[in-house]
C-alpha cells in the first residue's frame, strides 16, 4: 500500500522546536519530490517547504525561510522538518505530499500534481 505518515506534531510552548517525520511505505522516496504544508484553523493550505529526495535541493517560501529545515533520508525512507523558534501562528496540521521528480516542471523542487498525501500531524504552539 502506498503511504506517507507524518509524526512528530505535538504541544509546545513558543520558543521550542519541533521535529515532524514524513515516512513512506510502498514507494521509494528517492524518486520523489516531497513538500510540508500546513493548515491551520479557519485558513487555507500553505507550502512550508519541499526538497527532491534524490538531490536534495530544496525550496522555502519567502515567509517559511529561516526556521524551518527540509531533509531527506534515503535510507529511512523518510523526510524530516526541523522546525524552530515556534510561535503561535505556527499551529496548524501539517501534512507531507509526494509527487514524482520525472512530473515536476524544470526548475521546480516542489511537488505540484500530489500524487501522495499523508493524513497530517497536529502542531499546538502556546504562548
Known amino acids: 500500500q502506498v503511504q506517507l505518515v507524518e509524526s512528530g506534531g505535538g504541544l509546545v510552548q513558543a520558543g521550542e522546536s519541533l521535529r515532524l517525520s514524513c515516512a513512506a511505505s510502498?514507494?521509494?522516496?528517492?524518486?520523489?519530490?516531497i513538500g510540508w504544508f500546513r493548515q491551520a484553523p479557519g485558513k487555507g493550505r500553505e507550502g512550508v517547504a519541499c526538497?527532491?529526495?534524490?538531490?536534495?535541493?530544496?525550496f522555502y517560501p519567502d515567509s517559511m525561510k529561516g526556521r524551518f529545515t527540509i531533509s531527506g533520508d534515503k535510507a529511512k525512507n523518510t523526510v524530516f522538518l526541523q522546525m524552530t523558534s515556534l510561535e503561535p501562528d505556527d499551529t496548524a496540521v501539517y501534512s507531507c505530499?509526494?509527487?514524482?521528480?520525472?512530473?515536476?516542471?524544470?526548475?521546480?523542487?516542489?511537488?505540484?500534481?500530489?500524487?501522495?498525501w499523508g493524513q497530517g500531524t497536529l502542531v499546538t504552539v502556546s504562548s
Open positions: 510502498g514507494f521509494n522516496l528517492a524518486y520523489y519530490s
Open positions: 526538497i527532491r529526495v534524490s538531490s536534495g535541493s530544496t
Open positions: 505530499a509526494a509527487e514524482e521528480e520525472w512530473k515536476l516542471p524544470r526548475g521546480s523542487n516542489c511537488p505540484g500534481e500530489v500524487q501522495v
